[in-house]
């Protein structure tokens, strides 16, 4: 008998049991679909690649049963979104003559601007890697005619507490824009924008009757105001018989008001003197921040709101002035960069 219930217990304790959990096995990863070709297009309708817009690669391939795939889009109508069409970015190396491919298929510019001023045409290539034989190859037009952007907002300001009112937000950016004109050999005459910030100095080139450059300068908005202070004490009565009464006291402060919005940024304006229309390519945004919410206390119907803050001061008008472009460009010049300067302007630069 011991002999049996030790076989028993054996079986009992070793191999499958009824009521253990089972995972099924892995399926083997998918097989590569086989095409039969690759192509390559731009994605989202783009045309051309302008430095102001982004621009992704579709690669797009048939398989063997005529079915047409197509890595992944990030954007749709110039919005963000993401949709899977049957093939991955990383089954494909794609290469470009100038910049850079990332991962997603998102084209970046070369960190000169000054180098894809002088670009007419961006080369693209692309190998399949689970099918080395298959590659396609796509020619990009180089074009400045969509609007740039650059934001330099105040930052937020920090919230309340404790029923305190919100810190107001932060002043919008201080800049100074130049803007001349660069004579090209791939574009011809382009804009160039230079705009100098606590972020340093940037390049911007547009095409002239095309988009401008929108420079955000409105100040931050202001921090939320706290919540009332909540507290509450907790004390013992002892009577003369011995008996004890436990109370307690609850205080709710009132909430605090949000906080002021900051102030709109500055901005200088330095433009070539021999076309003051070029003026028109610079746009500057530059409202005050809004006003912080004011902190609540309690929920629902019985929620008591403080008031929201007041809005921020509007930054000044632009400051502009039209000067030798010869002066406002002194630097670039230095450097060999093709500034156009008008033949006045260089005779006057040489006395």
Same mark, same amino acid.
């Given at each position: ?8 217990? *054996? ?10 959990? +089972? ?12 095409? *039969? %070709? ?9 045309? @051309? ?18 079915? &047409? ?16 069409? !049957?093939?991955?970015? #990383? ?14 298929? =998102? ?12 670009? #007419? ?8 890697? @689970? ?7 796509? +020619? ?27 810190? =107001?937000?932060?002043?919008? !950016? ?31 080139? /547009?095409?002239? !009757? ?19 202070? %909540? ?11 011995? &008996? ?21 940024? +500055? ?10 229309? /070029? ?19 309690? %929920?629902? @119907? ?5 008031? @929201? ?17 010869? *002066? ?6 230095? &450097? ?6 008008? &033949?006045?302007? %260089?005779? =006057?630069?040489?006395?």
């Amino acid at each position: 008998m011991k002999r049996l219930s030790l076989l028993a217990l *054996a079986a009992c304790t070793s191999g499958y049991r009824p009521d253990a959990p +089972t995972t099924p096995a892995e399926a083997p990863p998918a097989a590569p679909a086989q095409l *039969a %070709r690759i192509g390559l297009q731009p994605a989202d309708g783009a045309t @051309a690649i302008c430095p102001g817009a982004p621009f992704q690669v579709l690669v797009t391939g048939t398989d063997t049963a005529g079915r &047409q795939l197509a890595t992944p889009t990030s954007y749709r109508g110039g919005t963000v979104w993401y949709e899977e069409h !049957g093939l991955p970015w #990383a089954r494909f190396r794609i290469t470009s003559n100038i910049g850079s491919i990332t991962p997603a298929a =998102m084209f970046t510019p070369p960190p000169s601007i000054f180098q894809l001023a002088e670009t #007419a045409s961006v080369e693209l290539r692309v190998q399949d890697l @689970a099918q080395p034989n298959l590659t396609s190859a796509l +020619t990009v037009p180089v074009d400045f005619h969509c609007a740039q952007a650059l934001a330099l907002r105040g930052q937020e300001g920090a919230p309340g507490a404790n029923g305190s009112a919100g810190q =107001m937000g932060g002043a919008g !950016g201080a800049v100074q824009i130049s803007v001349g004109r660069l004579t090209t050999r791939a574009h011809g005459a382009v804009i160039l924008a230079r705009v100098d910030s606590a972020l340093g100095r940037n390049y911007y080139l /547009l095409q002239p !009757g095309g988009g401008a450059l929108v420079v955000d300068l409105g100040g931050g908005p202001g921090g939320a105001g706290g919540e009332g202070l %909540r507290a509450s004490v907790q004390y013992t009565d002892t009577y003369a018989d011995g &008996q004890t009464d436990q109370s307690r006291v609850t205080y709710e402060g009132p909430p605090g008001p949000g906080g002021a919005g900051g102030a709109g940024g +500055t901005a200088i304006i330095r433009v070539d003197a021999s076309d003051r229309l /070029l003026a028109q390519a610079i746009k500057v945004y530059n409202p005050g921040g809004p006003g912080g919410a004011g902190g609540t206390n309690g %929920r629902g @119907a019985y929620a008591v709101q403080a008031g @929201a803050g007041p809005a921020g001061p509007a930054g000044p008008m632009p400051q502009i002035s039209y000067e030798d472009p010869a *002066a406002i460009f002194a630097d670039e010049i230095a &450097q060999g960069f093709p500034i156009a300067v008008p &033949q006045v302007a %260089r005779h =006057m630069n040489k006395r």
